[in-house]
């Protein structure tokens, strides 16, 4: 009499949940800031180029709505550059 090797049915590999490591810390130096521009400065270094062009197509959009989007999209999209780079200046 032969016997069998009953076979178990295994559930599927399920992907176990990937940790997302913090990036790398800056090391921040202590600067004292006499002037203002010194703190506008630091937040500057500290905004994305998406974040920047995200600033940017909001400011955009409100200038065009503020002329009933009227105007050359490209005239809107200018001046918001402009007022975007004046603020964070």
Same mark, same amino acid.
Request: no cysteine; net charge positive.
């Given at each position: 009499? =032969? ?20 990036? =790398? ?21 500290? *905004? ?14 409100? #200038? ?5 989007? =009227? ?12 007022? *975007?780079?004046? #603020?964070?200046?």
């Amino acid at each position: 009499m =032969a016997t069998t090797k009953s076979t178990t049915s295994k559930k599927p590999a399920t992907p176990k949940a990937v940790i997302a490591k913090p990036a =790398a810390e800056k090391k921040t130096t202590t600067r004292k800031a006499s002037t203002s521009k010194a703190k506008t400065t630091d937040k500057v270094s500290q *905004i994305s180029p998406e974040e920047r062009y995200r600033m940017v197509e909001v400011a955009a959009y409100f #200038l065009a709505e503020r002329n009933s989007f =009227a105007g050359n999209p490209v005239e809107y999209w200018t001046a918001a550059e402009a007022q *975007i780079s004046k #603020l964070l200046s």
